[in-house]
Structure formats: C-alpha cells, structure tokens
C-alpha cells in the first residue's frame, strides 16, 4: 500500500464532483484560515487500520449540503442536514480511499462518521498520515488518511 497525496486528492475531487457537485479547481487551494472548520473522520478496519477525516471551512458547508440535497430552501440547510451531509461524504471518501489503496478484494468495516468543529487530535505513535486539500470554487478541502499496518 503506497498512498500518496495524489491518490487521496483524486479520490476527493471524485467525490466531491459527483455527490456534491462541487467545482474542484486545478489550482493550488488557500493555505490562510477561513474561520472555524468543521470536520468527519470515519475509521475502519481491514487489512490496515486507520482512519480518514475531511475538513472543510464551516462557511463552505451549507453550500456543499444544498447542492448534495438539491435544494435551495430559503435559510438553508440546517446544522443536522449539514453534518449528515459531511458525514456522508466523508464516509464514500474513505470506502473509495481503501478500494484504491487495497483494490477491490479486501473487506473493510467503516464505523459511522464523527463529525466534530474542534481540532483533530495528534495520531498515536506509529500511525502514518498522508492529506491533500483541494481548491473548491467557494474554498477547499481536506482529505486525510491515517493508518497503520495490522499486527500478525
């Protein structure tokens, strides 16, 4: 298994154009903050064991959940719809994420999506971690991938 920043920010842009019909663009995203961020990771287990987060500026999301629902209700998308949304975006970026690493073969058990607006915790010792971010017409993305080899 051999990530690396390109597969992971393909699999993002895959996602993201497909479920939310987002515009990933072909430049470098913003490094600057852009207020508060909210972010799902999802873990599995399988072959390797890890975990996958996407994060995304709080600003960014109801835009991203109204295009997922196809809806453009007046007030928006409520903070429930959102973090669904999130969730679920985060939850086919990690089954996509461990197909691509893995190939189609491996099982993997994905837990339900956390969605959380603090930061992400230091990985324990011996966990590796890879992430792209990709450039959105509105702001970016962040897909990450943490992991580490199963004990035999």
Same mark, same amino acid.
Not at 26 to 36: F, H, I, L, M, V
């Given at each position: 298994?051999?990530?690396?920043?390109?597969?992971?920010?393909?699999?993002?842009?895959?996602?993201?154009?497909?479920?939310? *019909?987002?515009?990933?663009?072909?430049?470098?995203?913003?490094?600057?903050? !852009?207020?508060?961020?909210?972010?799902?990771? =999802?873990? *599995?287990?399988?072959? *390797?064991?890890?975990?996958?987060? +996407?994060?995304?500026?709080?600003?960014?999301?109801?835009?991203?959940?109204?295009?997922?629902?196809?809806?453009?209700?007046?007030?928006?998308?409520?903070?429930?719809?959102?973090? !669904?949304?999130?969730?679920?975006?985060?939850?086919?970026?990690?089954?996509?994420?461990?197909?691509?690493?893995?190939?189609?073969?491996?099982? *993997?058990? +994905? !837990?339900?999506?956390?969605?959380?607006?603090?930061? /992400?915790?230091?990985? !324990?010792?011996?966990?590796?971690? =890879?992430?792209?971010?990709?450039?959105?017409?509105?702001?970016?993305?962040?897909?990450? +991938?943490?992991?580490? /080899?199963?004990?035999?």
């Amino acid at each position: 298994m051999q990530p690396n920043e390109q597969i992971i920010a393909r699999v993002a842009q895959e996602v993201l154009e497909t479920m939310a *019909f987002a515009l990933v663009l072909p430049e470098e995203p913003e490094t600057a903050s !852009d207020g508060p961020v909210v972010r799902s990771t =999802v873990s *599995f287990e399988g072959p *390797f064991c890890g975990s996958v987060s +996407l994060a995304v500026p709080r600003a960014v999301l109801p835009e991203l959940t109204a295009t997922m629902l196809g809806t453009e209700e007046s007030g928006g998308p409520t903070p429930e719809q959102q973090s !669904d949304a999130l969730g679920e975006l985060a939850n086919v970026m990690c089954g996509n994420l461990v197909q691509a690493l893995a190939g189609p073969e491996p099982v *993997f058990r +994905l !837990d339900a999506p956390r969605v959380a607006t603090e930061p /992400e915790t230091a990985p !324990d010792p011996g966990v590796r971690t =890879v992430a792209a971010r990709v450039a959105l017409e509105n702001g970016w993305a962040e897909l990450s +991938l943490a992991w580490k /080899e199963k004990q035999t």
